[in-house]
């Protein structure tokens, strides 16, 4: 079964509003977890790393007001995507490291995001 | 900074046959991952090369890591259809953070 579950799967939203995305580690404590988006075939760009009871560390370029990132607790994070447009229609995917598993990043089942 | 380079970026690969995937990374990096992806899918993990002159198989794929060089192979041995999908590799940087490969998209034909 699947170690790291997102939720939604598949989201549409109006443009304007706002939109949450979960990611849960099951079964294990996840202190840092990876917010990562994917454009169409294209490769993995990482937007944040969610670290348990602080403030994300955003990379460049990624907007940490219109990409909210909150690590509430050890098995879940939550992006939410603000004030949501068209351009935000994307693929979004967390990951989190399994402890014990000989350094294997487990990746959520991902989320499509589409904003009419 | 972590730069991470595939080839080729999209492989037709006949049935039966063998194929390799490089991947060049520019910086040291503390581990090498490959990952498969299938359309509209999120990725699944295929291996984890931790040092020089580790190899690691799975069926007909086989990943193996030279430090030296940089460089990492996956080899896929005798293709078959299932094999159809979109191969990542991808190095982490002195930071823990992943830097991803441009991605190999694989089709296998009879």
């Known amino acids: 079964g699947a170690v790291v579950s997102q939720h939604p799967s598949r989201v549409i939203c109006k443009s304007g509003t706002s939109v949450k995305i979960e990611c849960r580690s099951l079964?294990?404590?996840?202190?840092?977890m990876f917010w990562y988006r994917q454009f169409p075939k294209k490769s993995l760009m990482l937007m944040a790393t969610?670290?348990?009871?602080?403030?994300?560390?955003?990379e460049q370029g990624v907007e940490k007001d219109k990409f909210l990132i909150n690590h509430a607790s050890l098995t879940l994070s939550t992006l939410t995507v603000t004030s949501a447009h068209p351009e935000d229609s994307s693929f979004y995917i967390c990951?989190?490291?399994?402890?014990?598993?000989?350094?294997?990043?487990?990746f959520g089942e991902g989320s499509w995001l589409t904003v009419v | 900074e972590l730069k991470v380079e595939q080839n080729p970026l999209f492989l037709s690969m006949q049935e039966g046959k063998n194929y390799t995937i490089y991947c060049n990374y520019s910086t040291t990096s503390d581990r090498l991952y490959w990952y498969r992806q299938d359309p509209g899918k999120s990725l699944e993990s295929l291996f984890v090369l931790l040092s020089n002159g580790a190899v690691k198989q799975e069926g007909r794929l086989m990943a193996s890591l030279d430090t030296k060089a940089r460089l990492s192979t996956l080899h896929i041995t005798a293709a078959v259809h299932d094999l159809s999908a979109t191969y990542f590799c991808?190095?982490?940087?002195?930071?823990?953070?992943?830097?991803f490969g441009a991605g190999t998209q694989v089709v296998v034909t009879p």
């Open positions: 990951s989190a490291s399994l402890p014990g598993s000989g350094n294997t990043i487990y």
């Open positions: 969610s670290n348990e009871g602080s403030k994300a560390t955003y």
């Open positions: 991808a190095g982490t940087d002195s930071w823990g953070k992943f830097q």
């Open positions: 079964d294990f404590q996840a202190t840092t």
